[in-house]
């Protein structure tokens, strides 16, 4: 035995942090939040995967976990009860399309909201100082300049004010009859929108009373899958049910398009890379339909990895399981993403994303 517990290194405003999170405390496993700030990423976390993301999670064995939904996955082997990956194979596929779609188009939502609002920078400031010291405002900086490169510009501005808006209605519509995302328990998908609705979206001020006013039901499930509330007694197991549709159909309308884009983009790019190199995390900014506003946005070909890992599980389901998936995702538009698996030579060696040969 390594230890007694587990270290989380986090923070409370991660995006990223924010998924695993409840997994820890859902699963009732014992551990510490270690505050990355600038030196413990650097004296810590980079030496211990060699590169500089957050959240990593160490097992109470010395085990380094980095990259989420392997994170999430890893610690679902390690502690299976209570569970968050649905055994349903069908059922899984739309949780694992849900978390794709999350971290990627999310984050439109995420950083507007944080950096495009003079009114609440003192509050972030003030907020990050007290994790980060004297490294807040650097950090600030470079967050904040990074929006055009995500795509958040003039020009989208309003088509991502009026997708939070759409979503939390869709939400709240989805939490009057039903608990979490797949029903009675938490699951995946309740992990994949925590991240952008927990510390971005409920707990910075503008967004916060946004959702408050709105969607009073999508703050209290919020909290819930914050502080990993246990499944009911009677719990069924997960499911999709009809009120999900409208959000299956907005990763049709959102996501796909530009994950498409970036998919051929980035298989083009890498063509030329040599096998074994460091696969640039990003490749350049390319126009995208962006929320239904054409915008240049930029390349991610981590992004692409994780087109391909979905494409492939899709690929790999049995016939009739595969085929309850198609009649999830056909008619919201999402059967594109799921049916070509991208040709970029990707693969990531430990938390490395690298050339394949």
């Not at 595969?322 to 999402?334: H, K, L, Q, W």
């Amino acid at each position: 035995m390594y230890r007694s517990y587990w270290k989380l290194y986090a923070v409370p405003m991660s995006f990223f942090s924010a998924k695993v999170r409840p997994v820890l405390r859902y699963k009732k496993i014992p551990h510490v939040e270690v505050w990355a700030d600038a030196k413990v990423i650097r004296e810590e976390i980079l030496p211990k995967t060699g590169v500089r993301f957050i959240p990593v999670v160490e097992t109470d064995a010395g085990e380094v976990l980095q990259d989420t939904p392997r994170m999430i996955e890893r610690i679902e082997t390690l502690h299976p009860f209570p569970q968050v990956l649905p055994a349903d194979p069908a059922v899984r596929m739309v949780a694992e399309v849900i978390q794709d779609f999350c971290d990627d188009a999310f984050v439109l939502l995420a950083m507007h909201y944080r950096w495009s609002f003079p009114e609440q920078r003192q509050w972030i400031i003030d907020d990050w100082t007290g994790v980060f010291g004297n490294s807040a405002m650097r950090f600030v900086g470079q967050m904040s300049g990074a929006l055009p490169f995500l795509g958040i510009t003039e020009k989208t501005i309003r088509a991502i004010e009026d997708f939070y808006d759409q979503m939390l209605d869709l939400l709240e519509s989805h939490f009057l009859e039903h608990r979490f995302l797949l029903g009675d328990s938490l699951t995946l998908a309740d992990l994949a929108f925590i991240g952008a609705f927990y510390p971005h979206l409920s707990r910075d001020p503008v967004p916060g009373r946004i959702m408050r006013e709105r969607s009073p039901r999508v703050m209290a499930w919020v909290h819930e899958v914050n502080d990993a509330a246990p499944p009911s007694p009677w719990a069924e197991p997960p499911e999709v049910h009809e009120t999900l549709h409208p959000i299956l159909a907005e990763i049709g309308r959102v996501f796909v398009p530009m994950q498409m884009a970036v998919s051929a983009f980035v298989t083009d790019a890498v063509s030329a890379l040599a096998a074994g190199e460091e696969a640039p995390r990003v490749l350049g900014m390319i126009e995208q339909n962006v929320l239904g506003v054409h915008e240049q946005r930029i390349a991610s070909a981590y992004s692409v990895w994780r087109h391909q890992r979905t494409a492939r599980r899709y690929a790999a389901l049995p016939a009739g399981e595969r085929t309850v998936v198609d009649e999830i995702f056909g008619p919201a538009g999402v059967l594109p993403y799921l049916q070509a698996i991208p040709a970029a030579r990707l693969e990531m060696d430990r938390f490395i994303l690298k050339i394949a040969a």
